[in-house]
């Protein structure tokens, strides 16, 4: 913070507008995908700050899915994920991806980074935060849902969830 003082300043705004938006909608079970990703943005400025060049994040979403309803803060702890398991071991640059799509009466929602990919323990474990992610879908959306953890054979880690397409 003392050798990069509006470095620090920036990462301070950003923490602010994050919390901001958080307490906006905390009471809320579903949000609109584009209120989701506001919030997701502000968190990866400050991951960005902090890592720099070391993180590109590239956006593949359908502007017809921007309505539909996800659960409030559903994507945050995936991209978390990723940049903590895919990005940060890593000296090159990483990239994470976040993708939306409309398909068969459904929204189809990813996040993948380009790190090491699963291995066989990570597997059978499945991480805290993904289980609870998981579990949280499963009592929203029932049967409904879909969760799923993929490897890339290039390398890479990749989690593709699927709801039913509903707008406010």
């Avoid at 879909?146 to 290039?154: G, N, V, Y």
């Amino acid at each position: 913070m003392r050798s990069n003082v509006p470095a620090a300043d920036q990462m301070l705004v950003r923490l602010s507008e994050l919390l901001r938006v958080a307490l906006k909608s905390e009471s809320s079970q579903e949000v609109s995908l584009r209120e989701e990703l506001e919030f997701l943005r502000s968190y990866l400025e400050i991951e960005k700050t902090r890592f720099q060049d070391r993180l590109t994040v590239e956006f593949d979403v359908q502007n017809e899915t921007l309505d539909a309803l996800v659960p409030n803060l559903i994507l945050q702890p995936l991209v978390e994920n990723a940049i903590r398991h895919g990005v940060a071991p890593r000296a090159e640059a990483g990239l994470i991806r976040i993708g939306s799509k409309r398909e068969n009466g459904s929204i189809k929602l990813s996040v993948s980074d380009n790190g090491e990919g699963l291995r066989d323990s990570a597997k059978e474990s499945n991480g805290i935060g993904l289980k609870n992610t998981q579990e949280r879908l499963e009592k929203l959306y029932g049967e409904k849902q879909k969760f799923e953890i993929l490897s890339a054979e290039e390398g890479g880690f990749h989690i593709e969830i699927t709801l039913p397409y509903q707008i406010k």
